[in-house]
C-alpha cells in the first residue's frame, strides 16, 4: 500500500520549534519531489515548501527563513524544520509526493501531486 505518513505535530510556543517527518512506505521518494502544505482553519490549503528529487528547494513567503524541508532518502523521509514558530503557524500540515524528477513541480503552488498524507496538527499558542 503506497502511503505518506506524517508526524512530529503538536503543541508550542510562540517562538518555538518543531520537527515534522513524512514518512514514505510502498515506495520509495527517491524519484519524487516532495512538498509540504498546511491548512488552517476556515483558510484554504497553502502550498509552503518543496523539495524536488534532485534537492532543489522552495519555499512560501511565508515561511521563508524560518522553514527549512530537507530529505533523507535512505529512511524515505522528508523533513520540515520549522524555527520562531508563530500563532499564525497554527495549521495541519501535509504532505505529498510527485513522481517526477523535474523541479518544475516545486514552482508555486505545487501542483501534480499524486500521493498524500492524512496531515499532522501544529498548534502556537502561549
Known amino acids: 500500500q503506497l502511503q505518506l505518513v506524517e508526524s512530529g505535530g503538536g503543541l508550542v510556543q510562540p517562538g518555538g520549534s518543531l520537527r515534522l517527518s513524512c514518512e514514505a512506505s510502498?515506495?520509495?521518494?527517491?524519484?519524487?519531489?516532495i512538498a509540504w502544505f498546511r491548512q488552517a482553519p476556515g483558510k484554504e490549503r497553502e502550498g509552503i515548501s518543496c523539495?524536488?528529487?534532485?534537492?532543489?528547494?522552495n519555499y512560501a513567503d511565508s515561511v521563508k527563513g524560518r522553514f527549512t524541508i530537507s530529505r533523507d532518502n535512505a529512511k524515505n523521509t522528508v523533513y520540515l524544520q520549522m524555527n520562531s514558530l508563530k500563532p499564525e503557524d497554527t495549521a495541519v500540515y501535509y504532505c505529498?509526493?510527485?513522481?517526477?524528477?523535474?523541479?518544475?513541480?516545486?514552482?508555486?503552488?505545487?501542483?501534480?501531486?499524486?500521493?498524500w498524507g492524512k496531515g499532522t496538527l501544529v498548534t502556537v499558542s502561549s
Open positions: 510502498g515506495f520509495t521518494l527517491d524519484y519524487h519531489a
Open positions: 523539495i524536488s528529487s534532485g534537492g532543489i528547494t
Open positions: 505529498a509526493a510527485a513522481m517526477t524528477r523535474s523541479f518544475s513541480v516545486c514552482y508555486p503552488p505545487y501542483v501534480g501531486m499524486n500521493y
